[in-house]
């Protein structure tokens, strides 16, 4: 079974700064891509920015250059740090993996995509 857990949402000032952690943990074979995802109040989920294993990332166009993802393969860990926030950013966000799990004893393997639990980010202007 795998968990997605988020941790680091909170409310800040416009123009400050907020860093969302996300770990993976289960009978993990590998996780491509890493992605965060934000829900604004009344509107539809939409795509943050996504990493891969090999470190390449992309950004929805609202975000570039404000918010950075990385990631530790080693740890299972997503990051992404937000800059210069506005009050726009205001939404839940979530941690997203494509994740290969493989149970203990068994040869079967499973590509599935899993949600973390979301973590309320608030920008006051």
């Known amino acids: 079974q795998v968990r997605l857990v988020e941790s680091g949402g909170g409310l800040v000032q416009a123009g400050g700064s907020l860093r969302l952690s996300c770990a993976a943990s289960g009978n993990i074979v590998s996780i491509n891509p890493m992605a965060w995802y934000r829900q604004p109040p009344g509107q539809q989920r939409e795509l943050v920015g996504s990493?891969?294993?090999?470190?390449?990332?992309n950004y929805a166009d609202s975000v570039k250059g404000r918010f950075s993802i990385s990631r530790d393969n080693a740890k299972n860990t997503v990051s992404l740090q937000m800059n210069s926030l506005k009050p726009e950013d205001t939404a839940v966000y979530y941690c997203?993996?494509?994740?290969?799990?493989?149970?203990?004893?068994?040869?079967?393997?499973?590509?599935?995509?899993?949600w973390g639990q979301g973590t309320q980010v608030s920008v006051s202007s």
């Open positions: 990493i891969t294993s090999g470190g390449s990332t």
């Open positions: 997203n993996a494509r994740i290969l799990t493989q149970p203990p004893g068994s040869l079967r393997r499973t590509l599935s995509d899993y």
